[in-house]
């Protein structure tokens, strides 16, 4: 797996590996019990402090995405979520309206906004059954 730095990004560098990983595993390039590089490879891989990507991992793991084993890594979770429909609302709301403000300085219409998150939902094939 290769990971790569936007260091012009004013996204933080522990984000942007968050940002990877979830993205590989949403399109499938990455499925259940796959192992990700170490901390020290990633690391010098990327020529950033262990303690970012420590940081990206631990995160991962509290968010259900990854589970790491002592000894042996960090491996893609199961997914099947046990999160609540409330949780999962907030942790999406938050990001949602991230966005949202970021068209609005960006001068981006609800309309073009619109299209282009039909555009994501279609390329990652989320589901159109409802969750219960």
Same mark, same amino acid.
């Given at each position: 797996? &290769? !990971?790569?730095?936007?260091?012009?990004?004013?996204? #933080?560098?522990?984000? &942007?590996?968050?940002?990877? @990983?979830?993205? %590989?595993? =949403?399109?499938?390039?990455?499925? +259940?019990? %796959? *192992?990700?590089?170490? @901390?020290?490879?990633?690391? +010098? &891989?990327?020529?950033?402090? #262990?303690? /970012?990507?420590?940081?990206?991992?631990?995160?991962?793991?509290?968010?259900?995405?990854?589970?790491? *084993?002592?000894?042996?890594?960090? !491996? @893609?979770?199961?997914?099947?979520?046990?999160? $609540?429909? /409330? @949780?999962?609302? +907030?942790?999406? $709301?938050?990001?949602? %309206?991230?966005? =949202?403000?970021?068209? !609005?300085?960006?001068?981006?219409?609800? =309309?073009?906004?619109? %299209?282009? !998150?039909?555009?994501?939902?279609?390329?990652?094939?989320? #589901?159109? *059954?409802?969750?219960?």
């Amino acid at each position: 797996m &290769q !990971f790569r730095i936007d260091n012009a990004s004013d996204r #933080p560098v522990y984000l &942007q590996i968050i940002d990877r @990983v979830k993205r %590989d595993v =949403a399109l499938g390039r990455l499925v +259940k019990d %796959d *192992k990700l590089p170490t @901390v020290r490879q990633l690391a +010098k &891989q990327l020529a950033i402090n #262990p303690n /970012t990507i420590a940081k990206a991992y631990r995160q991962l793991e509290q968010e259900g995405i990854i589970v790491t *084993k002592a000894g042996a890594g960090a !491996f @893609v979770a199961n997914l099947d979520s046990n999160l $609540s429909r /409330t @949780v999962k609302r +907030k942790l999406l $709301s938050e990001e949602l %309206d991230r966005i =949202a403000v970021e068209a !609005f300085h960006m001068q981006i219409d609800r =309309a073009t906004l619109s %299209d282009w !998150f039909s555009s994501s939902v279609e390329r990652f094939n989320l #589901p159109s *059954k409802p969750e219960k």
